[in-house]
């Protein structure tokens, strides 16, 4: 069967550094996919890696590496806008098809 | 920019009833995808589309029909709505190699009672 794993929860102080776990094992993999998703939006793309290694953008780096099924998000200087649900997908196919973990919760506190 | 656009953010229906959830896209993508969350569960694949009047089974499919009659609509259709089918509804759409995944829609909310 297909397996996406993440934490539930995780919580953090601003200003702090906190690092989102993901292992997969998909019957197909082109790629990993890390989403946001705030409290009743839409997820919004936050990051795409498709050769194993480390992608940073910002405050948000993504890591993957393909032999261990693994990837990280790590999200640097927290602010409190930051709270909000973290989505790993692998896209299982060439078109575009995504399986999704259930989403790491991540608490921002003052 | 891409807008994927759903009909209805929320929505109340009686179980029993014949429910249609709209997706509309503006992009000319071929590759559409219902897609249901639930707490605890994450985004479960319904039904996907790669192309106009085709369709293909998601993970979990029963209860659910989809139409694709023209490339930029897809329509997941509750058969009879049950109580066990209240959840949030994201359509998501994309072309094929995307390095960006997919543009979701806003959800639709449905409630059924």
């Known amino acids: 069967g297909q397996n996406i794993d993440q934490p539930t929860e995780m919580t953090a102080t601003e200003g702090a550094i906190v690092q989102i776990n993901c292992t997969y094992q998909?019957?197909?993999?082109?790629?990993l996919f890390w989403y946001q998703q705030h409290a009743g939006e839409a997820p919004t793309f936050l990051s795409y890696?498709?050769?194993?290694g480390l992608e940073e953008k910002g405050r948000f780096s993504s890591f993957l590496s393909r032999s261990k099924g693994y990837s990280y998000l790590l999200l640097k200087e927290l602010q409190m806008k930051d709270s909000a649900s973290y989505l790993c997908?692998?896209?299982?196919?060439?078109?575009?098809?995504?399986?999704f973990g259930a989403g790491t919760q991540v608490v921002v506190t003052p | 920019d891409v807008k994927v656009t759903q009909s209805s953010r929320y929505l109340v229906k009686r179980t029993g009833e014949k429910v249609f959830l709209e997706c509309v896209q503006d992009?000319?993508?071929?590759?559409m995808f219902w897609y249901r969350q639930d707490p605890g569960l994450g985004l479960r694949l319904i039904y996907f589309?790669?192309?106009?009047?085709?369709?293909e089974k998601g993970d979990i499919p029963e209860g659910y029909s989809v139409s694709r009659e023209k490339k930029e609509r897809f329509s997941l259709i509750l058969e009879s709505a049950s109580t066990n089918q209240t959840s949030m509804y994201l359509c998501?759409?994309?072309?094929?190699?995307?390095?960006?995944?997919?543009?979701f829609g806003s959800g639709t909310r449905l409630t059924v009672v």
């Open positions: 998909t019957s197909g993999f082109n790629g």
């Open positions: 998501a759409s994309t072309i094929t190699g995307a390095n960006y995944g997919y543009t």
């Open positions: 589309s790669y192309d106009v009047k085709m369709k």
């Open positions: 992009m000319d993508h071929e590759n």
């Open positions: 890696n498709v050769l194993d």
């Open positions: 997908a692998v896209l299982t196919d060439s078109w575009g098809k995504l399986q």
